[in-house]
C-alpha cells in the first residue's frame, strides 16, 4: 500500500526530492484511492505547498511546526508517555512489533516516529494497517486538531489518517490530549527548559531522516511472515505497547 508511504513522505522534513516527487504521490493517491475522495483533495494544499514554495521556507515552516513545537510532535510516545520510564519499554515493545513484521529499522529516528510507523504499516495487510492506526488514532486526532487551528495544511495528513482509523475527536481519549496547554514556539526561555537536556551531536549523519525521504514511495518486500503481531502500542496513554 503505497499510500502510507506517501503520507509518511509528507510527513517528513521537506527536500528537493521530496518537491520533486509530488506528481508520484499524486499518482498513487489516485491510483489506490485507500482514502476517500475528499481526504485526497484536502491533501492539494500541502502538496501545492511542497512544489511552489522555497525549499528553505517550506524547512523553516516545519521545524517551527514539528520540532519547537513540543504538543506537536510527530513521536507519538512524547503525547502519552512523555519523559517518563515507561516511554523505553514501550519503545522496545513497538521495535519487536516491527521486527516481527520483516521490517529493519535503519534511521536515527525514534521507532514512534508517525513518518516510520507509516512506512511499516504500508507493508503490512490492511486490515492490519487499521487496527495499527486505531491504535495510535487518538493521538493522530489531537495532532490534526491543533495543527487545524493553526491553519496548517500538514493538517489533511492527519486527517486522512483519522478518517481511515474511524477514530472520532470527540472520543475521550482525544479531548484528554488536547487539554494539555499547547506550546508557543516563539518562547524561548519553555524551549531551552524543554531541550535543556539533549544529547549534543556533531555532523550530518547519513541513516538521518525518515526512510520515506530517502527511498520515496519505493515498494515494500512483498513476502509477509505467518505470525501477525497483535499490537496495540497506543490504545491508552500509559498502557504497554505492542505485546505479540
Known amino acids: 500500500m503505497k499510500t502510507f508511504k506517501a503520507l509518511s513522505a509528507l510527513l517528513c522534513y521537506p527536500s528537493n526530492d521530496l518537491k ?16 476517500s475522495d475528499g481526504a485526497r483533495a484536502a491533501l492539494e494544499p500541502l502538496l501545492i505547498e511542497l512544489e511552489t514554495l522555497d525549499i528553505y521556507e517550506l524547512q523553516e515552516n516545519f521545524v517551527l511546526l514539528f520540532d519547537r513545537t513540543r504538543t506537536l510532535s510527530l513521536n507519538l510516545f512524547e503525547h502519552v508517555h512523555g519523559d517518563s520510564r515507561e516511554r523505553g519499554p514501550a519503545m522496545v515493545d513497538l521495535l519487536e512489533t516491527y521486527r516481527a513484521g520483516g521490517f529493519d529499522l535503519v534511521s536515527t529516528e525514534l521507532p514512534d516516529h508517525l513518518p516510520i510507523l507509516l512506512e511499516f504499516v504500508s507493508g503490512r495487510p490492511m486490515d492490519e494497517a ?15 486538531d491543533r495543527l487545524e487551528r493553526r491553519g496548517s495544511t500538514y493538517a ?18 482525544v479531548q484528554q490530549l488536547l487539554s494539555m496547554k499547547e506550546d508557543d514556539p516563539d518562547d524561548l526561555d519553555a524551549l531551552d527548559e524543554i531541550w535543556e537536556e539533549a544529547e549534543v551531536t556533531f555532523g550530518p549523519d547519513p541513516n538521518a531522516g525518515c526512510p520515506a525521504s530517502r527511498d520515496l514511495l519505493a515498494a515494500m518486500d512483498p513476502g509477509q511472515p505467518k505470525a501477525k503481531p497483535q499490537a496495540q502500542p497506543y490504545s491508552q496513554p500509559d498502557a504497554a505497547v505492542a505485546q505479540e
Open 130 to 144: 487499521k487496527t495499527l492506526l486505531d491504535d495510535a488514532g487518538h493521538i493522530v486526532a489531537a495532532l490534526a
Open 156 to 173: 489533511a495528513v492527519l486527517n486522512a489518517l483519522v478518517e481511515f482509523s474511524e477514530v472520532k475527536k470527540s472520543d475521550e481519549l
Open 20 to 35: 520533486a516527487a509530488t506528481g508520484e504521490i499524486r499518482t498513487v493517491l489516485e491510483a489506490e484511492k485507500i482514502l
